[in-house]
């Protein structure tokens, strides 16, 4: 299963809506999962089964979709929140990522 | 504290072997799949292998199949990787993960070692 992120990169002001999008190449039901990953370090875990937060993550973070279109939100963008997300699916074997969006500041 | 961390990494030639290893502690090692994930440098993350709670059971990455091996020992609280027949395509940080379960799926990694850095090169 292919995963494909759109946009590859954006660049966003604090305060700002932020949107990505996620793309199956066949359904996945909601085995979706989000995160995010900071220069140098580990991906931590935001969302998973496409719309539950994982406990601890800002409210600010939602997710959406199933089958093949998913979406990750941040509402309100703060300084914090500048990284490369990543979407993963835990439908099948094997576990395939997406290629990554990076999140610039304006 | 819950945490994972890997050791193992380092400098290889090609074609040569490495062992990678993650420690585990502040949960029950042992009733959780394991996984390994791999990131080469400016790349995507990539899955490469799990492994079953007791160790009966592991899925490899097409890009690893028949070249490495995933294991754990329990009592040791220890997830392993061996890599075989090591190529540059495999220069990577290379992370171990928990796999979550939410009423017996397992749908995402929660936690993450801060990975250890393979480089074959000549």
């Known amino acids: 299963i292919q995963l494909t992120q759109s946009p590859s990169s954006l660049s966003a002001s604090v305060g700002d809506r932020v949107t990505i999008t996620c793309r199956a190449s066949q359904d996945i039901s909601s085995y979706l999962t989000w995160y995010q990953q900071k220069p140098g370090k580990a991906p931590q875990l935001l969302i998973y089964g496409a719309s539950t937060l994982q406990s601890g993550v800002p409210s600010r973070f939602s997710g959406s979709g199933s089958g093949t279109d998913f979406t990750l939100t941040i509402s309100s963008l703060q300084p914090e929140d500048f990284a490369t997300y990543y979407c993963q699916q835990f439908n099948s074997y094997p576990r395939t990522f997406g290629q990554g969006t990076k999140v610039e500041i304006k | 504290e819950v945490q994972l961390v890997e050791s193992g990494g380092g400098l290889v030639q090609p074609g040569g072997s490495l062992r990678l290893s993650c420690a585990a502690s502040?949960?029950?090692?042992?009733?959780?799949?394991m996984s390994w994930v791999r990131q080469a440098p400016g790349k995507r993350l990539e899955w490469v292998a799990n492994?079953?709670?007791?160790?009966?059971?592991?899925v490899y990455g097409d890009s690893v199949k028949g070249r490495f091996t995933i294991s754990r020992d329990n009592a040791k609280n220890l997830l392993h990787l061996q890599m075989n027949s090591l190529s540059a395509e495999d220069t990577a940080v290379y992370y171990c993960?928990?796999?979550?379960?939410?009423?017996?799926?397992?749908?995402?990694?929660?936690?993450w070692g801060p990975g250890t850095m393979v480089t074959v090169s000549s």
């Open positions: 502040g949960f029950t090692f042992s009733s959780y799949w």
């Open positions: 993960s928990r796999e979550k379960e939410t009423r017996g799926w397992r749908d995402a990694s929660d936690i």
């Open positions: 492994i079953y709670h007791d160790g009966s059971v592991g």
